[in-house]
């Protein structure tokens, strides 16, 4: 803060010209992106208009929120200092929990949203992602993280209840336990659909377990303090078990690591129940860090080798499915459901139950929660961008293909090549056999879930820029890796986060459940945290729509719904603790989200197409059963009765979930109201001010003034 009485430093003339650089460029991209009509267009216009946009977004609108209206405090003690435990509650350096926090919020969602939603073409997409990260998804993510900061580490759920009050707190809470849940299901089911049959991939992914422990090991016993040391260590290693895996593949032990996605069920809800009640230094951390390089370092490559080959776009700016709302991936038309295919990345409500769960138990200071708050949501829907580039830079043909159900092309390259046609694009049965053999795999159809097409983008990019190619297979396979790498690890932080919330409560009932460290309620949570998506995730593998099909658009809604609590929960606490005139920071994103997420909603549950609409859906093979038929893709009569009952489920919790957040809505709008009426009454949950003692930089690099302050430090000692 610049002391009161010294004057204003005039601007300098290169921070100028750098700032002025960096909008043309980012301008430039939009233009192009935007006027370019029945001609194909760079993908690298697409990063320009992405790279340009967050620098400015978060050069100033985050800095702007940061000092004029949370108005962070570098001397306040965070709970991670004063809660201290070893366990949940742990001082974390800001640079091994921003890779946390990027793992744990960068899950699915940015690979498998803007893959679907590339059937709507690129330009709606891009759009959504570049300008909602900015404005909405970004400024929840930091200020949750503020608020709950301040409130011990609070749950979303909880600050619902405690600011809000009983009603929309019991609503709030209910919403984001149950949303969570489906969010973890549908994360998991990825994951099995990414590593079922591919042992190259499950050996891989199996070997990140024991790297992360030994490096939480070598950090907290044998090297505290030496990040850059243990870093280099598991990259290496990463490296080493991701070359091991084609050995793997290749060798007496592969039918070992070939999984049937049952089984990969049963190891999965094995593996969340151990990473939610392990010390989050054991594996939850160190593997969140060690992904992050790999997460970080693919994404970065991806955007040279843009920037190298310079893909063309192949598939339209926008689609005819964009309006007719009938597209093989996803039936809908572009509002609302392009909004809430495309969840994380642009604004998404899981994130504020990472930023309400374990990292404002880490956080060192609150002025690193710009960067690991504003500064990761960006990072991840720069993830969303380039996997909206993979998408849109293969064969139009290629890319419905690998996304539509089997129900609908058919399991043979024959079939699948014919229903193609009929969609308005070409591709020959030579073509899809060459693809999938090139990247080694039996087969390419049918591979819902994003993570393959995005992976064939990948291995198309890179293998033209390093080794040609011959080596496809390697970075298709390198980049599956890098998918469930990025879900796995927003999957055990989930889990851990669907804990705390659980704790949280049932501590209303039973306080003892309120101390995250109490050994039986986090054993006992735990177990029913991860029976319960355990479930979804069964339901999912065995759907005989297509388990992502059908679910995702569920997880969508269920994801912009939590933002909606989110969003609210933010809005309240502005008001109530006097920043009235800046609620409109997460105000406006609010309505957005509401008025798109609850059309959806209303969709889901009312529409007459049985292809959008649940309980038509569920009439229509009700009446089949009635008739004694088999409506395709159902193979049996039990295929008919599973179709029936998930479909009745879907519909239901779309109904409810959006209830329960009418109703937080609802009675948050009725607290501001009373607090403007009454200020004086107002109580905050915050916790009351203690001196940190702790002394670290704001940012990645430390500027020169806290270099004179850690130095300081030093000198003085313990």
């Not at 490096?215 to 280099?232: D, K, N, Q, W």
């Not at 969140?288 to 190298?308: C, N, W």
């Not at 009312?606 to 859906?617: I, L, M």
Request: aromatic letters at 10%; hydrophobic letters at 55%.
């Amino acid at each position: 803060m610049r002391p009161a009485g010294r004057p204003r430093s005039a601007a300098d003339p290169r921070k100028i010209a750098l700032w002025t650089a960096v909008a043309l460029a980012g301008a430039a991209g939009w233009t192009l992106l935007a006027l370019s009509r029945g001609e194909e267009v760079s993908a690298a216009w697409m990063v320009a208009a992405a790279l340009g946009s967050y620098a400015i977004g978060y050069r100033f609108y985050a800095r702007f929120i940061a000092t004029r209206v949370l108005k962070f405090d570098r001397t306040r003690a965070t709970p991670a200092e004063r809660l201290n435990d070893g366990v949940d509650f742990h001082p974390t350096d800001r640079r091994v929990l921003l890779g946390h926090h990027f793992a744990a919020i960068a899950g699915a969602g940015p690979l498998v949203g803007p893959v679907l939603a590339a059937q709507m073409g690129y330009l709606p997409g891009t759009i959504w992602i570049i300008v909602g990260v900015i404005f909405a998804g970004a400024v929840q993510d930091m200020v949750v993280l503020f608020f709950s900061t301040r409130r011990d580490g609070r749950s979303l759920g909880q600050m619902a209840r405690e600011e809000i009050g009983v009603v929309g707190g019991a609503a709030a809470l209910l919403a984001a336990f149950a949303i969570m849940i489906i969010l973890l299901g549908v994360l998991a089911l990825i994951i099995v659909n990414a590593l079922a049959q591919s042992p190259w991939g499950t050996f891989s992914i199996g070997m990140t377990i024991p790297i992360a422990l030994l490096m939480g090991f070598y950090l907290r016993a044998l090297r505290p303090g030496r990040v850059t040391e243990v870093s280099l260590i598991g990259v290496a290693l990463l490296l080493l078990a991701l070359v091991a895996g084609r050995w793997v593949a290749d060798s007496s032990w592969a039918d070992t690591f070939t999984l049937e996605p049952g089984t990969l069920v049963v190891w999965l809800v094995a593996y969340g129940f151990i990473a939610s009640v392990l010390p989050v230094w054991t594996l939850l951390a160190p593997r969140d860090y060690l992904s992050t390089f790999m997460k970080i370092g693919t994404i970065g490559l991806l955007a040279v080798g843009v920037l190298v080959t310079l893909p063309n776009l192949k598939m339209d700016a926008v689609t005819d499915f964009a309006g007719r709302g009938d597209g093989p991936v996803f039936a809908g038309s572009l509002f609302p459901f392009v909004f809430i295919t495309i969840a994380c990345g642009a604004l998404s409500g899981f994130h504020a139950l990472i930023s309400s769960g374990t990292t404002p138990k880490m956080v060192q200071k609150e002025t690193q929660i710009r960067m690991i708050g504003y500064g990761s949501m960006l990072m991840e829907s720069f993830v969303a961008v380039m996997a909206l580039v993979a998408a849109s830079i293969i064969d139009p043909g290629l890319y419905f293909a690998m996304n539509a159900p089997a129900g609908v092309i058919g399991d043979t390259v024959q079939s699948a090549s014919q229903a193609v046609a009929q969609f308005g694009y070409s591709i020959s049965p030579d073509q899809l056999a060459a693809v999938a053999k090139a990247v080694e795999e039996h087969t390419l159809l049918s591979r819902t879930g994003g993570a393959p097409t995005l992976a064939v983008g990948v291995a198309d990019i890179f293998s033209q820029v390093f080794g040609g190619a011959g080596m496809k297979a390697f970075w298709y396979h390198f980049a599956i890796m890098f998918e469930a790498l990025f879900i796995l690890t927003a999957l055990d932080a989930g889990t851990r986060v669907g804990r705390f919330m659980l704790q949280d409560m049932l501590g209303n009932v039973y306080k003892p459940f309120r101390r995250v460290g109490w050994k039986p309620g986090l054993v006992l949570c735990s177990a029913a945290v991860v029976a319960l998506w355990g479930y979804f995730l069964w339901v999912g593998v065995h759907e005989p729509l297509g388990g992502i099909n059908q679910l995702f658009p569920v997880f969508g809604i269920a994801n912009q719904l939590l933002a909606a609590v989110a969003l609210t929960v933010c809005t309240t606490l502005l008001v109530k603790s006097g920043r009235l005139k800046w609620a409109w920071l997460t105000g406006v994103p609010l309505v957005w989200d509401a008025t798109v997420t609850l059309t959806a909603s209303w969709q889901k549950v009312f529409s007459d197409d049985p292809k959008v609409g649940f309980f038509t859906q569920r009439s229509v093979y009700q009446d089949a059963i009635d008739a004694g038929k088999v409506l395709p893709p159902a193979k049996t009569m039990d295929d008919m009765h599973t179709v029936v009952t998930n479909s009745t489920v879907d519909g239901v919790l779309s109904a409810v979930l959006a209830l329960l957040i009418v109703v937080v809505i609802a009675d948050a709008a009725r607290v501001c109201v009373r607090h403007l009426r009454n200020p004086a009454a107002t109580r905050l949950s915050e916790a009351p001010y203690v001196r940190s003692a702790i002394v670290a930089p704001a940012g990645l690099v430390a500027s020169k003034e806290e270099k004179a302050e850690l130095a300081a430090a030093e000198r003085s000692g313990p």
